[in-house]
């Protein structure tokens, strides 16, 4: 199998769409499962935290979407800027918004969270202010790429931005160890015992899991729509030409 | 279990089921408006 075949838009296009409705599938039985796992198995208190911990589920792998999308979108502008591939380009446009509306999720989330843990809806704390930053990197990607006309020109710098923006993640991850952060330290690290009970841990996982299946059906549904907008308006050009 | 009991996430519920509904609302709105985009663009490409 040739799969260079798929770096064109015209042969992914059909691909996608027989790909979109297994993830997104998927990622509703997840959803639910990772419910059940977080309301029903997970018990009602978790340590010194009461029932407000529960929000903890949806908030964790919002935050990690946030992050790994953008990680991933800068990637993907770099590559259709580097190698002057459109397809790379218009995925790094659909993984905008849904990047950002997690990251939005994940805000709003601590939010609700903090009010009543912390007596505070918001605080300029080191990673809430870096998530709000990563937030503002996102809305600048997506208005820079929609101001630009000429759609390469837009991609190419939209490119720049996010590929700067990228040193962002890193300290919104580590910014509860470098700063003394009102925000608490992570709660699952790799290699180490995670300090919580299987049922939520389970629960925090699949939870993700969902969320990386939505983000990837959503994401793909989006590319088609770009597809088509893009591809269909160079031809309109020929055509208005010829 | 409970049911009121349950909902009340002893006195956290608007804070807990805020969150979830948060999130139903904005996954679920870039869902709808996903599907409007793809409809329009089906129209427009069929009229073509």
Redesign the interface.
Known sequence: MNWYKYASPSAFYPLAGKMIPWFAVSAAILFAVAMYFGFVLAPARAGDQNQVYHIIFIHVAAAWMGMFLYVLMAVYAGIGWAFNARLASMMASSLAITGAIFTLLSLVTGSLWGKPTWGTWWAWDARITSTLILLFLYIGFISLQSAIDDQRRADKAGAVLALVGVINVPIIYFSVQWWNTLHQGATIRLLEKPKMTSPMLIAMLVMLAACWLYSIAVVLIRLRCIILEREQNAAWVTEGAA | MNWSE?FS????GF??W???I??LI??GG??VS?RR??RA?RK??KR?
Request: charged share 20%; glycine share 14%; proline share 0%.
């Open positions: 349950f996430m002893g006195g956290y804070y807990v805020g969150s979830y948060t999130a904005l996954l870039e869902v996903l985009r793809k663009l427009r490409v073509d």
